[in-house]
């Protein structure tokens, strides 16, 4: 796990000492790496490549990068390849290895394969490659987008970098992009390659980035698809479940130094947990965050009972409204801009506790959209079933559960009736795409707030639908797929990006063995109606890996995902903190946001209202990078003088 930088002239016009630049980059993605750094630069002077090192795997001086092959491609890499040792053993033949790094393998298997080497790489990675033969800019991105790579085309010159914040010194501003703030204000993330900056954009989940001759082009190369399998039954699918996640666990515990595990007292993270410890008992830290001052937020007692079932040490941490007001600028400089929710902020407390113990942890991220986690999907469902009861319409591919079967599963739904109230308050019984848009909408409660004429929504709605409908994914009209696949390619990658981005705030390294492709991939053929066996949240997953996790871990209810008590903070201690924070000159000059709405209408939002934090994060992030506009392009011109 490391940071890269790079910068290539893509036009004929003059080269020049491209270091000093790359010096500047590479010392904003200074705390992915703590363990070295490298840079080079090509003899003419075009290409310049950095990176910053966490040491996982060969500890020893071999495995530093930029890392140079015999034919003269040279690679910056972030990542893990969990296949290493099974693509060395295929090799052999072909290179002669030098090291026992993963690093090394991506180049062998690039001097065999080319850009087809993607298709052998199993693990998640960022990388470039500088090909010196032909002359040619290689960038890679693994195919969930766990790894993150930003770039920017500015005058004939491609920058790329692990974090946006590298790239804004060399922009020729630093602005908003609307389009993608309509994005963020409507779902709390952007489900495109737009960045809320305007010149950045990321290189999408599974595509690569080729630049040569002078341009710049983009191309997918994995992507996945629901066909599903009618074949087999449920016993079949739980035995190969559990061969795939076994495998994926055995894989993802290749490190040279301790893993440990985040426990949040939920499905995934407590099965990530005890199988990591049941396959070596050096894997035995767990980590766990709570909230103690307003009932309703502490599941530390699901935590401590995975822990106490799988022989794990847990660590907690407390975590207050004081270390919020002292962290939230922190971690808003982190992640570059705002992005999904407040789970952000008790992560990256959580991320700083284990960083004191271990170097690598174990995440459960991927087990909702694969496996049907979250409490919306049956809401949608409900509403869907009482309709075809009303109309007499089960039809073959839309309805997975019947009214009578996910009865009994209502249960789950008790913490969520604020929700349900505002989701029925109107359109009840619309069509599919409006009604999972308003489900997964944030921004119904921020009329006053923002300045929506100014805004494209209706863009928005189309980008969704596209994605919604895209029946290169979800071949046959499934609603539970369309809803999954939704999530798995628009939300699941904005919780990645706080996945890294919190973990690498403290050089610790973070690794997701349920986004193993072979097991995305085989979930994508799972018959819908037994992923979600009448409406029950991950019913599969439970099914099979019931033996691992606790009774009340299995039975509960009431997960939320890491809930921070935003409203009750906000309304107590805090309540100067965000008053001070709208309240300011600049904040009420802002483009597209009314901050004296903000303040007029700070009461009424409700407990699970998004709204002061989405907009609270907004407001830091234009503190931090748009008000510091002047001093951040500054670094560029000292640079290069």
């Given amino acids: 796990m490391c940071g890269i930088a790079g910068i290539a002239l893509l036009d004929s016009s003059p080269s020049f000492d491209l270091m000093p630049s790359l010096g500047v980059m590479s010392k904003l993605v200074a705390h992915r790496g703590p363990d070295g750094y490298g840079a080079w630069q090509s003899q003419n002077r075009r290409v310049a490549l950095a990176h910053r090192r966490l040491a996982i795997i060969d500890l020893t001086e071999g495995g530093a990068q930029p890392m140079i092959a015999p034919s003269g491609a040279i690679i910056t890499y972030n990542g893990e390849i969990y296949n290493y040792r099974e693509l060395r053993e295929s090799l052999k033949d072909k290179w002669a290895f030098r090291t026992h790094s993963d690093t090394e393998t991506i180049l062998a298997a690039y001097e065999v394969y080319g850009v087809d080497c993607l298709s052998k790489l199993r693990g998640m990675f960022a990388f470039a490659i500088w090909d010196e033969k032909r002359q040619r800019l290689f960038c890679a991105r693994d195919r969930f987008g766990i790894k993150p790579f930003y770039y920017a085309v500015v005058d004939g010159t491609i920058y790329f970098a692990s974090e946006a914040k590298a790239l804004l010194p060399f922009l020729p501003d630093i602005e908003t992009d609307s389009d993608a703030l309509a994005e963020y204000l409507t779902f709390q993330y952007t489900i495109g390659d737009k960045t809320l900056f305007r010149h950045i954009n990321q290189l999408p989940a599974g595509h690569m980035l080729i630049a040569e001759s002078g341009s710049v082009s983009l191309r997918r190369y994995w992507d996945v698809r629901y066909e599903i399998d009618h074949s087999h039954t449920a016993s079949y699918f739980e035995r190969r479940l559990r061969e795939l996640v076994d495998d994926s666990i055995s894989l993802h515990l290749r490190s040279d130094v301790p893993v440990g595990a985040y426990l949040s007292g939920g499905v995934d993270s407590s099965l990530m947990a005890r199988l990591a410890a049941d396959a070596d008992a050096q894997n035995r830290l767990g980590f766990h965050g709570r909230f103690t001052d307003y009932p ?28 919020f007001k002292d962290n939230l600028q922190k971690v808003m400089w982190h992640l570059d801009f705002p992005v999904a929710g407040p789970g952000s902020f008790p992560q990256f407390m959580v991320s700083a506790l284990a960083a004191k113990s271990v170097k690598v942890v174990l995440g459960g991220q991927g087990g909702d959209e694969e496996f049907g986690g979250y409490a919306r999907y049956l809401i949608a469902y409900f509403e869907q079933c009482i309709s075809a009861a009303i109309e007499g319409t089960y039809k073959s591919g839309n309805y997975v559960v019947t009214i009578e079967s996910i009865v009994p599963n209502l249960g789950l739904l008790r913490e969520y009736k604020p929700m349900m109230r505002e989701f029925w308050r109107e359109g009840l019984f619309n069509n599919l795409d409006a009604r999972y848009f308003r489900l997964i909408d944030r921004s119904s409660d921020m009329a006053e707030e923002v300045d929506w004429m100014a805004l494209n929504k209706d863009r928005v709605y ?32 904005a919780l990645l990006h706080v ?34 066996q009448g409406g029950r949240s991950k019913h599969l997953l439970k099914q099979t890996f019931a033996d691992k996790l606790p009774p009340e871990i299995i039975s509960r209810r009431d997960k939320m995902g890491f809930p921070v008590p935003l409203k009750e903070w906000f309304g107590n201690e805090l309540r100067d903190f965000v008053g001070d924070m709208f309240s300011s000159s600049a904040a009420r000059t802002r483009p597209f946001m009314n901050a004296n709405a903000v303040l007029a209408n700070f009461d009424k939002a409700g407990k699970f209202s998004r709204k002061t934090w989405g907009l609270l994060c907004l407001e830091i992030w234009h503190r931090t990078f748009h008000d510091n506009s002047a001093e951040i392009r500054a670094q560029a011109r000292n640079a290069n003088p």
């Avoid at 007692?301 to 409204?321: F, H, M, N, P, V």
């Avoid at 994914?473 to 798995?488: I, L, P, Q, R, S």
Wanted: charged letters at 25%; glycine letters at 4%.
């Fill in 296 to 323: 309703g937020y502490d599941e530390s007692r699901y935590a401590e009972a995975a822990a106490k079932l799988s022989g794990i040490d847990l660590q907690i941490c407390d975590i207050t409204a004081h270390d």
């Fill in 462 to 493: 189309a980008a969704f639908q596209a994605i919604f409908n895209n029946r290169d994914n979800v071949e046959h009209e499934a609603y539970f797929d369309k809803m999954t696949h939704f999530d798995f390619k628009c939300l699941l990658p």
């Fill in 499 to 532: 996945e890294d981005r919190m973990s690498m705030a403290h050089g610790l390294e973070s690794r997701v063995p349920l986004l193993d492709h072979p097991l995305v991939e085989f979930a994508a053929t799972i018959p819908a109606d037994v992923k979600f």
